[in-house]
């Protein structure tokens, strides 16, 4: 109780500013930079026409001093260019990770003294020693005197910056103190008794914080419940992990996906190609990949104006219900602007308002099997809408302001920022265009398609009920939306929610690909049934029952972390923090693999091809093309990943060595 632990000021800003830096950046652009007429962010526009950048304030190949976006500390850096228009610097850490920073938010080394009193701390041999040992230590004692020298320890670290000091040493206790400041959420851990009984525990963590030769706290957070000084410490910043990282002036400039600019223009080309050939075979008596040109049917069988007219009204629909002030209104994940903007989450409403309504439809005489027989004119039809829509996207994109841009879709080519998505959020008012096209009309269209095609199914076959198979396909993927819908706050953390732009790629995959090839399963069952007999059905029942648990296990156990990363419910899991301020799950299902999601995923479509036999490869088209879609989300998301956490995301990869399914990949 005798050593005072030092202020959180002294802690979290480790160096001090001598006085403002001299050279002021001229307000003329420099002649030989690329300037583009309208707003443009990405990567194209950082890189000048010489490699020199005269007039602005750092050059490329500066090192300079970075403040980490959220806190108040300051790196080492390199300068990698200037964005003109955002007037942003893109700057890399020795770390690898890559922001783009404000101006402001850079120093010359020059700016930097270290306080004379914290030097002398630093020169402490026995918190020296403290720090060299394991940053693990530190969760051993619960007393001050072990916050104190916790809270010592980064102190030291971040006040020994100098030229020859590590990054990873600072980061390390950077996150050390960030981790510490986890756990002063758990408050009743702090009195004796937890103490005995996490005494085990501590041992094991030292001996785990050994192993990982305290680079990172793989720690139980619950154990840790002495950290108080270093909580302190860290309660400046912990409110910047709530706002997860989201400094208004730092920003990631992406690579281009999907083959860049070419490719772009061959995805245009290809996916509605492929909509279109996967409808027409599925109408064969012999599916096949070999029957190349398919028969086509000719042109004026393609359109019909009611089948428009039917998918305009279903779209309205759906965005009257979305529209009602009925159910929760959450908040999304914060974006570069720090704002979090508010979605009416009544997913599970609209699937049963429309449930309702389907059925009073059925019940006065509607004939839904009129879907199976217009399926190629209701998907052109949405296609034309998908494409519209695309087409409004992103013009209002191009007026959009530059924080409001996806920074995977913000290239400059228009072709590709049209495909990818230039504008993050899109909305009219309160009316999410994004999170609307992806879980309603083409989602909740999924279910009625395939509800259709079990009245079609039995109108073909005269029967008095669907079959085993068709039935699993139906309540299998049913299962799959409602559960979507009934979580759908959980989408809220996902990558296209929190990441993608809106473009073609996701209006196209929301309203055309989603209803037309995820009910392919159903479709072919019509005219190809398959019977099943009952141990067969049990078992898919439990390979469907499995996946499902796993999904939905491991993307709630991310999403509540995501929300609230000192949720009691989730102190036994351990984390890495992360420069960004946000940490990363290392147990629980995402220590299992990197993407258990993907796993429970996988198994389930697997059920669901499964009940189609193996006489055509029609009906495994879903599981194969999931297969390709999750593996390449799995390495786009590995390499933004890299990007945004730096080395801590090289240590979660050597922690959790297989990315979807254990021991294989
Ligand atoms: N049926 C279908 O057609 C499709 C279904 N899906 C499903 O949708 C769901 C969402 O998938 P998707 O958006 O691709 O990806 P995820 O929901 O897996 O989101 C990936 C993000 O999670 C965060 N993250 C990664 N690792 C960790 C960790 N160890 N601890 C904490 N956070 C971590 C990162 O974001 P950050 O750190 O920035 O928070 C990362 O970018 C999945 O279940 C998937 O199977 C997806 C695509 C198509
Ligand atoms: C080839 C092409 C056009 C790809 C576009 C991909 C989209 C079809 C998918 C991207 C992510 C999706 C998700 C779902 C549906 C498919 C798309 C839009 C999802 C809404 C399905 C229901 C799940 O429960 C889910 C909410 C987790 C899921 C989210 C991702």
Redesign the pocket.
Known sequence: MSSNPPTANEIAVPFEMNAEPANRRPSRLPADWNISSRPRTGISRLIPRSMRMPSVKYQRGDKVMGRWPGSSLYYEVKVQGFDITSQLYTVIYKDGTELELKEPDIKNFSGFQTRSRSRSRSRSPGRRRSRSRSPGRTTRRSSSRTAAVAAAAVTESLLSSNKDTKLEDRLGALQQTMAAENNSNNKHEENDMANKVNEKAEAEMEAESERNQGRYNLRRRKDDGGAKAAAIVAEQQEKEVIK?AAPPAATLATPLDFGGKIGAYLWLLFLPSWVLFLVFQVNLEDPSLLNFPPPLPPLEAFWDVKALGFVILWILFQALLYVLPVGKLSEG?PLRSGERLKYRTNGFFAIMVSAVAVAVAVHQGVDLTYIHSHFLQLAVASFMISVLLSVYLYARSRYAAPEQLAQGGNSGNVVYDFFKGHELNPRIKDFDLKFFCEMRPGLIGWCLINFALALAEMKLHHLDAPSYSMILVNVFQLL?VVD?LWNEE??L???????DGFGFMLAF?DLV??PFT?TLQAYYLVSHPNSLSLPVVGAIVTLKLLGFYI?RK??SE??A??RDPSDPQLSHLK??P?A?G?????SGW??VV??P??L???MM?LAWSLPCGFSHLLPWYYMIY?II??VH??SR?MR??RR??GSAWDE?CRT?RYRIIPRVY
């Open positions: 997860e994940m799959y979507g959980a989408i953390t996902t990558m296209d929610l929190m990441h995959g690909w989603v995820y999904f491991s993307n991310k999403n972390f995501r984390t890495i992360t960004t946000k940490s990363l799950l290392v995402w220590g990197r993407h999601n993907y429970g995923d996988l479509a999931f879609l999750l989300r799995d998301d933004d990943c945004k956490y979660y959790v």
